[in-house]
């Protein structure tokens, strides 16, 4: 199993402005995920990019991924209120387990 | 969540007493999964499930226990309960391993007293 850290733990920004955290992992990678958590909430998956991508788009999210540095960020652009959330990334190499980190909680400030 | 649902949404039961959590999916999903979920732990497997009646221990499986005997149910079991299991409690569905995203219930929210 293998583990994404997020970085920063905590976000605060205000509406319009753009949200950008980051996720390490260690080893080889299959491919890197993006999840959301409302408050209350079960994770959304956002979106997924696959180890020979260095870039992917979904509507106002870009993901890039350095898998020389072991590396990925997430940017939320001109985000809104309902962006308020936890974050998480998940990392998937050989193994089908999952194993999460303890995310980037994002508020955004109206 | 479409496709996938859990219940019961809340409970509270007593310390020693048996529980059991429901998670049914409607997208035949080879994969199901049982996370927790705590303050400053994150979110921590419990069991996983690769098939009918195929399952396997996550890193938090202590005092659970899983049975899936058909692909669109997977139970999760506390044996006895104790007040270290109050919880959020997660169910998760794949249609595989590799390059595909997960699809998570709503949660079920566990108290043990």
């Known amino acids: 199993s293998q583990q994404g850290e997020e970085d920063p733990q905590a976000l605060s920004i205000q509406e319009g402005e753009n949200a950008t955290m980051n996720c390490s992992y260690k080893t080889s990678i299959n491919n890197l995920q993006w999840y959301r958590q409302n408050s209350g909430r079960g994770l959304v998956h956002l979106i997924l990019i696959r180890s020979n991508e260095r870039e992917k788009h979904s509507g106002r999210l870009r993901v890039t991924l350095d898998t020389s540095k072991k590396s990925s960020s997430l940017l939320i652009t001109a985000s809104r209120a309902a962006d308020t959330a936890s974050y998480f990334c998940?990392?998937?190499?050989?193994?089908?387990?999952?194993?999460f980190g303890k995310g980037t909680k994002l508020t955004v400030n109206p | 969540d479409a496709g996938i649902t859990q219940s019961p949404r809340h409970k509270v039961t007593e310390t020693g007493t048996p529980v059991t959590l429901r998670c049914h999916q409607t997208?035949?999903?080879?994969?199901m999964y049982w996370y927790r979920q705590d303050p400053g732990h994150g979110l921590r497997l419990i069991h996983y499930?690769?098939?009918?009646?195929?399952?396997d221990k996550g890193e938090v499986s202590d005092g659970y226990s899983v049975s899936r005997s058909k692909t669109e149910d997977f139970l999760l079991t506390l044996e006895s309960a104790t007040s270290s299991q109050t919880s959020v409690y997660f169910c998760?569905?794949?249609?595989?391993?590799?390059?595909?995203?997960?699809?998570f219930g709503s949660g079920t929210r566990l108290t043990v007293v």
């Open positions: 499930s690769y098939g009918v009646k195929d399952t």
């Open positions: 998940y990392t998937q190499g050989g193994s089908e387990k999952l194993v």
């Open positions: 997208e035949n999903h080879r994969y």
């Open positions: 998760a569905i794949s249609p595989g391993t590799v390059n595909y995203g997960y699809t």
